[in-house]
T-cell receptor, first 114, second 115 residues
């Protein structure tokens, strides 16, 4: 039972364009959502997060949008750069007995072409 | 200055052996975790410790035993290793303020290969 899903295994965009990565979740008790970036042979690196009381959070080129009614969040990267090429994981936490554990999606591999 | 460091980065061992993976964080966080990334690339939590106390144990075989000597360290000991234990193991830490969550910081991972 996968509570967090990233239905696109891969995405390819041209440098300078927008990258949009999507994530869906099923547990309405989740109240905190995060995006991580992962390069090969490295650990996931925190990118940006959003609390369920907000619908948008922006940090430089990265913006996360949250649609609670649709149980959907997305990460926008504008403009995309070749260095953004990595695997992006969506994660969620919260619910009763919140322990801080993260439930991850299966990841989306982003390739930004020069 | 590494925030979350785990050793070793690579570990190749034979079935039946016992091995340990060490993790240390210098962020002053009070909560530490072990995650496993399997061959399908899913990242799943195994254990969590808050101030040296076990708070999450996700149906992991009891051959896996975490040990937290202090809140800056969380080691993972695995007994009687099996082929299916081959995976990448990530240590992580976070700061929890009451019921508020903050982001978790991850180590670089330990790729365990059981032959």
């Amino acid at each position: 039972d996968q509570q967090v899903k990233q239905n696109s295994p891969s995405l390819s965009v041209q440098e300078g364009r927008i990258s949009i990565l999507n994530c869906d979740y099923t547990n309405s008790m989740f109240d905190y959502f995060l995006w991580y970036k992962k390069y090969p042979a490295e650990g996931p690196t925190f990118l940006i997060s959003i609390s369920s009381i907000k619908d948008k959070n922006e940090d430089g080129r990265f913006t996360v949008f949250l649609n609670k009614s649709a149980k959907h969040l997305s990460l926008h990267i504008v403009p995309s750069q070749p260095g953004d090429s990595a695997v992006y994981f969506c994660a969620a936490s919260g619910g009763s007995g919140n322990t801080g554990k993260l439930i991850f999606g299966q990841g989306t591999t982003l390739q930004v072409k020069p | 200055d590494t925030a979350v460091s785990q050793t070793p980065k690579y570990l190749v061992t034979q079935m039946g052996n016992d091995k340990s993976i060490k993790c240390e964080q210098n962020l002053g966080h009070d909560t530490m975790y072990w995650y496993k990334q399997d061959s399908k690339k899913f990242l799943k939590i195994m254990f969590s410790y808050n101030n040296k106390e076990l708070i999450i144990n996700e149906t992991v075989p009891n051959r896996f035993s975490p040990k937290s000597p202090d809140k800056a360290h969380l080691n993972l000991h695995i007994n009687s290793l099996e082929l299916g234990d081959s995976a990448v193991y990530f240590c992580a830490s976070s700061l929890r303020t009451g019921t508020m969550n903050t982001e978790a910081f991850f180590g670089q991972g330990t790729r365990l290969t059981v032959v």
